[in-house]
């Protein structure tokens, strides 16, 4: 089973910073996904990285597939506290039935 | 609104008891996944359907059970429950389950057992 190791594991910094997450793996994924959950919610899905090297941006969000596919990257410019929440990757498990395996997440908390 | 319906939102039962998670995926989609979220595991697969067949089964125990009907809705079963069973269980459902496909996630069903 493919695992993915996210970093850090929690975040708290002040408005308008920036910050960028990790999510890594020892194994190639066809793609990975980001997803953001809030507190009593489900997680929702952020973007979709599929080509190795490629990078997608969201309004302050700019997320990048490593050149091997076997790491992502999420980076937030000018964090805002509507940022706050569990940011999981994801990815889907080639070697068993293309299950979605999820990382552990990193919990972000911006402070006003 | 990820057009992902879970029932009931909450549940409260004792050990021992039995209970039945439903899911209503997305209108068109074939795939619904099954999580487990607590604060010490994270986000844990447990089963996946597609059309109504398995497809692929995670850290499920034995005393956990589902399926998934010919109008694509599944059901988790949960028996025997212990207080460990407490927990948010997610229902995602996507078009077609194979690689590259993005899940919708449901609420949830915050399930705590006393």
């Known amino acids: 089973t493919q695992l993915l190791e996210q970093s850090p594991q929690f975040l708290s910094i002040q408005e308008g910073e920036n910050l960028t997450v990790y999510c890594n793996s020892s194994s190639v994924f066809s793609s990975l996904q980001w997803y953001r959950q809030e507190p009593g919610e489900g997680p929702v899905l952020l973007v979709t990285?599929?080509?190795?090297?490629e990078v997608k941006k969201l309004k302050r969000l700019t997320f990048q597939f490593g050149d091997a596919r076997k790491d992502s990257s999420l980076h937030i410019t000018a964090a805002q506290p509507g940022d706050t929440g569990l940011y999981l990757c994801a990815g889907a498990d080639m070697e068993y039935g293309n299950k979605l395996v999820f990382g552990a997440g990193t919990i972000l908390r911006v402070k006003s | 609104d990820s057009g992902v319906t879970q029932t009931p939102k909450h549940l409260i039962t004792a050990t021992g008891q039995r209970v039945t998670l439903r899911c209503s995926p997305r209108?068109?989609?074939?795939?619904v996944y099954w999580y487990q979220q607590s604060l010490d595991q994270g986000l844990q697969f447990l089963i996946q359907?597609?059309?109504?067949?398995?497809?692929a089964k995670g850290n499920i125990l034995e005393r956990f059970s589902a399926q998934q009907f010919p109008d694509l809705h599944s059901e988790l079963n949960l028996s025997s429950l212990e207080l460990g069973d407490s927990a948010l269980y997610f229902c995602a459902s996507s078009p077609t389950g194979l690689g590259n496909t993005e899940a919708f996630f449901g609420q949830g069903t915050r399930l705590t057992v006393v």
């Open positions: 359907y597609y059309n109504g067949e398995e497809r």
């Open positions: 209108s068109g989609d074939l795939s």
């Open positions: 990285v599929v080509t190795g090297g």
